[in-house]
């Protein structure tokens, strides 16, 4: 008999955007089956007055809260809310910051929304952006020369997805799409100055996929873009090409944006080691 499902209303209280406590909150959260959330996300929580609204949700809703405050005064209210309603109250960046300033021998300064500064790594991430967008399914092959990484597969194999996460990391990433009957253009893309990928997925959910994108388009499910056979084709060609390039393979087929981003990180941290 299946476990019945428990609801569990999350309070995310950030003094900035609410992205840190909200990716940790589903970070966590991913670790539990059977649970309902009900997200209350509170942000750029910075007066007295906005603490009134989130003690009245609390009051009504209960549950966890989650919070990311600088301002002391401001954090010590909250703590002070949370244990007047006896709700559990956890400041998701407190270990990581009291280690951190213990190894470095000097306090935390406290800055409001200090993670998102325009800093010098926030303008790369900005460019790799905008360098992904202009070098997406194949475009840009000229200017390959200025990429990191070139991310390699068939129709629908989580290129590109693939390539704006990694762009918010800063990296600057480039993806070509192999289609069938029509070479690669391997004479033109400078192998030996960035690292190349080579993405496979499973033959039977790439045909899914494929099916469910025509679907979406109105358009005919039963060509050749989502038949298997021609799929496996594909997927067995591209794995031919991946080998005799000597690239490195990642499966995505059961894995999510993020694992394929962090398998790709990897492999170009040793790429890099072996540059040097």
Not at 1 to 28: C, I, N, W, Y
Not at 38 to 67: C, D, Q, S
Not at 94 to 99: E, F, Q, V
Not at 181 to 205: E, T
């Amino acid at each position: 008999m299946p476990s019945r499902l428990r609801k569990l209303h999350l309070h995310l209280v950030s003094d900035s955007t609410g992205e840190t406590t909200h990716q940790m909150g589903r970070a966590a959260l991913a670790q539990f089956n059977n649970v309902q959330t009900i997200e209350h996300v509170w942000t750029l929580v910075r007066t007295k007055e906005h603490l009134k609204a989130i003690e009245e949700a609390i009051n009504v809703h209960g549950g966890v809260v989650l919070f990311s405050l600088a301002d002391r005064e401001i954090r010590a209210r909250m703590e002070e809310i949370c244990l007047r309603h006896d709700v559990p109250a956890v400041s998701v960046l407190d270990h990581i910051i009291h280690t951190v300033s213990k190894i470095l021998g000097q306090p935390e300064t406290g800055v409001i929304g200090g993670q998102h500064r325009m800093d010098r790594a926030y303008f790369d991430r900005i460019e790799a952006l905008d360098f992904a967008i202009q070098h997406d399914d194949g475009q840009g092959l000229t200017t390959l020369g200025g990429a990191d990484i070139l991310l390699v597969g068939v129709s629908r194999s989580s290129k590109t997805p693939t390539s704006i996460y990694l762009a918010n990391r800063g990296y600057k990433v480039a993806n070509y799409p192999l289609v069938p009957g029509v070479p690669m253009p391997l004479d033109i893309i400078p192998k030996d100055r960035i690292l190349i990928v080579g993405l496979i997925k499973d033959a039977r959910s790439l045909s899914q996929i494929r099916r469910n994108r025509l679907r979406s388009m109105n358009e005919n499910e039963h060509g050749d873009y989502a038949s298997l056979e021609r799929i496996a084709e594909e997927v067995s060609h591209a794995r031919k090409l991946f080998s005799a390039q000597g690239w490195p393979v990642i499966d995505v087929t059961r894995r999510s944006v993020e694992e394929t981003a962090a398998a790709v990180i990897n492999l170009h941290t040793r790429w890099i080691q072996t540059q040097g």
